[in-house]
């Protein structure tokens, strides 16, 4: 079965130090993956996807993200973290059979001053 | 300025009562989504359609039903079917193709008592 994983239900990390928000995939064929940030009270942003070629996307808000293959992983990152930053964010893949997206449960993200 | 307006932003209904959810657009997107939230889950998806006067159930359908009369609206209504109305509903669209982004709305806090 296809499905997303994001390990961690909260990171912490301090103003301007890097950032890692974790998301593993299962998924047959090659997957399209997509990483989306959620304010309080407020719907979905988009942030930034892979769908081919090279393994590190830039996206948004200064925002990348990392695919990797033989782990299956697609994590997001950010070098220095801002406090504006804390939010909800969910990893997504898409299901190549309806073509609809597998969300994880995200991770709140908490950058303290 | 194009988005996706979603209407009213909080709903308070008695149990037993059906109600209906607004979702509008002006992106011009083909297709359009209607999702549940609840605290600690992932997105799960309730209806979609890629085309208007056609929509596909998701995987949450029972106790919700969707129109797709015209291209800009695809309003929800939650029937009193639904065993467990309470939610915050997000609403989107996108662009056909696989590869596409969606685009949500600000979605609507239901509570049922």
């Known amino acids: 079965a296809q499905s997303v994983a994001q390990p961690e239900d909260q990171v912490n990390v301090a103003e301007g130090n890097p950032l890692t928000v974790k998301c593993t995939y299962s998924?047959?064929?090659?997957?399209?993956l997509f990483w989306y940030v959620q304010y309080p009270n407020r719907g979905l942003q988009f942030l930034l996807k892979?769908?081919?070629?090279d393994n590190l996307v830039k996206g948004s808000y200064g925002f990348e993200a990392e695919f990797n293959k033989s782990q299956t992983s697609f994590h997001l990152k950010k070098p220095s973290a801002l406090v504006s930053d804390s939010a909800l964010y969910f990893c997504a893949v898409r299901d190549m059979s309806n073509y609809q997206l597998i969300w994880g449960a995200g991770t709140k993200l908490i950058i303290k001053p | 300025d194009g988005g996706i307006t979603q209407s009213p932003k909080y709903l308070f209904r008695k149990e037993g009562q059906n109600v209906t959810l607004s979702c509008e657009q002006n992106l011009n997107h083909d297709a359009m989504y209607w999702y549940r939230q609840d605290p600690g889950q992932g997105l799960r998806l309730i209806y979609y359609s890629q085309i208007v006067n056609d929509f596909q159930k998701g995987d949450i359908a029972e106790g919700y039903s969707v129109s797709r009369e015209k291209k800009e609206s695809f309003p929800l209504t939650v029937t009193s079917a639904q065993k467990n109305p309470t939610a915050f509903y997000l609403c989107?669209?996108?662009?056909?193709?696989?590869?596409?982004?969606?685009?949500f709305g600000n979605g609507t806090r239901l509570t049922v008592t």
């Open positions: 989107a669209s996108s662009n056909a193709g696989d590869n596409s982004p969606l685009h």
């Open positions: 892979y769908i081919t070629g």
């Open positions: 998924v047959s064929g090659n997957p399209y």
